[in-house]
């Protein structure tokens, strides 16, 4: 795009918007600045003009979403190509086999979840069902550093792509056991891309871990990762490894003449 055609104003009221996220849900000025880049006076217009338009409230000093938010993430989910046709898998597989099942797309240095299977765990008979580990929906935002699909989709990419997205980039240390330095990160790519599967185990959370493959279409080109996230420790990746690698790939075999 030109430049010329940028309009500014729009890309830093975007960018406000942004700013709010599970960390931070309310805001005011100071706070939307420091997140969104820009000066407090230009945060502060563009809150007040988000909240003219309803897609804030605010109860005069601090700001926070409002459900008008949800048309776009409803306009996605109900016209994109994409989750409209994975979903009759996810939903099929999990009622197969009880899994909890999510489909996610890469957005800078996070995964977004654009299917899920809606499926859970059931932790004893009379137990409600556990759905996804980190409260997972349609939307949620993970870091891709420390999740099984977000290793997959980097893997996809070139090692020159890697490195422009490795470079200045912070891998935050989410558990003990995420891997956070570039060259640990990187060796964990290689071997990625070598097996073609991804298995994160409390990297991301303690007592999850999830088993990821990529979701090609008919050119090879992977357009998205599908998992499967378990609850519970990981005392033996071969066996886990065992039983649910296989229902992945199938599923990915019957997804590939449809992306």
């Known amino acids: 795009m030109e430049q010329s055609d940028r309009i500014e104003g729009l890309a830093k009221g975007l960018a406000v918007l ?6 931070r849900q309310r ?11 820009t000066s407090r006076a230009a945060a502060r217009r563009h809150l007040l003009t988000l ?8 109860d005069g000093s601090y700001y926070w979403l409002s459900p008008k938010v949800l048309r776009f993430a409803g306009s996605y989910l109900s016209s994109a190509r994409l989750p409209r ?5 996810l939903s099929r597989v999990a009622a197969q ?45 993970l870091p891709a550093h420390a999740t099984s699909t977000g290793r997959i989709l980097l893997a996809a990419r070139s090692r020159a792509e890697v490195n422009a997205w490795l470079k ?22 290689e071997r990625v891309r070598q097996q073609d599967f991804c298995l994160a185990v409390e990297e991301h959370e ?24 378990l609850p519970g420790g990981c005392e033996n990746p071969a066996r886990t490894c065992a039983q649910w690698l296989p229902v992945l790939q199938q599923a990915a075999r019957e997804l590939r003449p449809l992306l």
């Open 85 to 89: 046709v994975l979903q009759p898998t």
């Open 51 to 58: 909240a003219e338009l309803g897609y804030l409230e605010t």
């Open 206 to 229: 303690l007592g999850v871990h999830a088993l990821a493959v990529p979701l090609r279409d008919l050119q090879g080109r992977t357009v998205a990762a599908l998992n499967v996230v």
């Open 168 to 189: 200045g980039r912070e891998l935050p240390r989410l558990t003990p056991y995420t891997l956070h330095t570039a060259a640990t990160f990187r060796g964990e790519l």
């Open 27 to 37: 805001l005011n000025a100071t706070l939307a600045a420091q997140r969104a880049g």
């Open 97 to 141: 086999t009880q899994g909890a099942f999510s489909t996610v797309v890469l957005d800078a240095d996070e995964v977004v979840i654009v299917a899920n299977s809606g499926q859970g765990f059931n932790l004893a008979p009379a137990a409600p069902t556990r759905l996804h580990a980190y409260g997972l929906h349609l939307g949620a935002r």
């Open 18 to 23: 942004e700013s709010f996220d599970t960390e």
